[in-house]
């Protein structure tokens, strides 16, 4: 694969990403919007995430064998980002909440295909040397999820309406489909072992690493989503700021969560995973601890909110660099790892939508902190475990 070849591809990758951000970045500040739209409490509407998570699940499951037997990758990508796109702009004229989740779940699906899709194609392009191309990924993800609320925030002071910040998103979205179509072929992993002395060994010789991997994801997703979808509603309801302030609040999560990522591009040459995550948690952890302990700021809110989004942001492909330094990644071992992203995103924000619904919208932030804790202690348990691990492909693959 020529030069050429892999940043056309890797440009690709990145507008596909920038586009999952925009479905996610928008969620947060539009749920009190689609509570009204559909008639729903908040608790009620904290759904959309169980069963768009859900659907993520189900499309994570089906591309792993996906992307590993059908040789235009790019071409399943681009049609995944076409029904995303359409199911974006649907979302704001749903007139109940039985249909809205139908299309959250829906739309799932081709996230979870564009999840496992991008990150597996882009590690094939770049083989060894995709660790900071994979930060560039899910930096061009948090530029996404920036963006959504911003324009959201835009659109609400030029006069407009939510229903018209979804179409505006839904626009950008769809011409990327349209250059992912028209790219020709993708990489292979064939391509990437080529001349490799690589010896295969059973999938059950690295499930250890697997099944930690997975775990990894699931809290570390959980305690992002969480964080970045239900902060406009928790400075909303403790009236730490009004509709305008709270989407700002939002995008200023997004944006220092973005500048990390790009930060994280860098570091990922000059550091290893092990100290980029060390710092990760622990200012992470720190930044939760101060939204905890000034329940009535806003001032050291928006302090917390932008460290938090900070220091998450290299955590999820650092950890998912680190699996893939300790055993080879063919789409489907890709897709399970990744379920643990799926799972994640379908368990954590809902019950603190529940939870909200029930005791306030103050139990946020503990839930996050016990979700970001707990990812701390799987980092070490995975450390550990990647030092064992072999570095193989799985045979059969």
């Not at 249909?99 to 590690?123: D, H, Q, R």
């Amino acid at each position: 694969m020529t030069d050429n070849e892999k940043r056309r591809n890797t440009l690709g990758y990145y507008l596909l990403f920038i586009s999952l951000g925009f479905s996610l970045g928008i969620t947060g500040p539009a749920l009190p919007s689609l509570a009204n739209q559909t008639g729903s409490t908040l608790g009620a509407i904290g759904a959309i995430f169980l069963v768009g998570a859900t659907g993520g699940l189900l499309g994570t499951a089906l591309s792993g064998r996906l992307f590993d037997r059908i040789k235009n990758g790019h071409r399943v990508l681009g049609l995944a980002q076409l029904v995303s796109a359409t199911l974006l702009a649907l979302i704001p004229l749903a007139p109940s909440l039985p249909l809205l989740l139908v299309i959250y779940f829906i739309n799932g699906l081709p996230g979870g295909i564009i999840n496992t899709g991008a990150n597996t194609l882009l590690m094939w392009t770049h083989g060894k040397k995709a660790g900071p191309y994979v930060n560039g990924l899910h930096f061009a993800f948090g530029l996404g999820a920036f963006l959504a609320p911003t324009v959201f925030a835009q659109v609400l002071n030029w006069g407009g309406t939510y229903q018209q910040a979804y179409w505006a998103l839904a626009g950008l979205a769809l011409p990327v489909s349209l250059f992912l179509l028209l790219l020709p072929g993708s990489p292979r992993l064939e391509n990437q072992l080529e001349g490799s002395d690589q010896p295969k060994v059973n999938l059950r010789q690295i499930l250890p690493m697997i099944a930690i991997a997975m775990l990894f994801l699931f809290f570390y997703v959980g305690s992002e989503l969480t964080y970045g979808n239900w902060i406009y509603t928790y400075a909303l309801t403790l009236d730490l700021a009004d509709a305008t302030r709270a989407a700002y609040l939002t995008s200023g999560f997004w944006l220092s969560f973005t500048i990390g990522r790009a930060l994280s591009i860098p570091a990922a040459a000059k550091f290893k995973p092990a100290q980029i995550l060390t710092v990760a948690f622990v200012g992470g952890l720190a930044a939760l601890a101060l939204v905890i302990s000034a329940p009535n700021s806003l001032t050291v809110l928006w302090i917390a909110t932008v460290a938090v989004g900070f220091f998450m942001a290299p955590v999820w492909a650092t950890g998912y660099n680190l699996a893939g330094q300790s055993i080879t990644l063919t789409a489907t071992v890709s897709s399970i790892i990744i379920l643990g992203d799926s799972f994640g995103g379908v368990v954590l924000p809902w019950v603190t939508g529940q939870a909200i619904e029930r005791f306030g919208a103050q139990t946020m932030p503990w839930l996050v902190i016990s979700s970001f804790a707990i990812n701390g202690l799987i980092f070490v348990i995975m450390l550990v475990q990647s030092r064992a691990a072999p570095q193989v492909a799985v045979a059969g693959e």
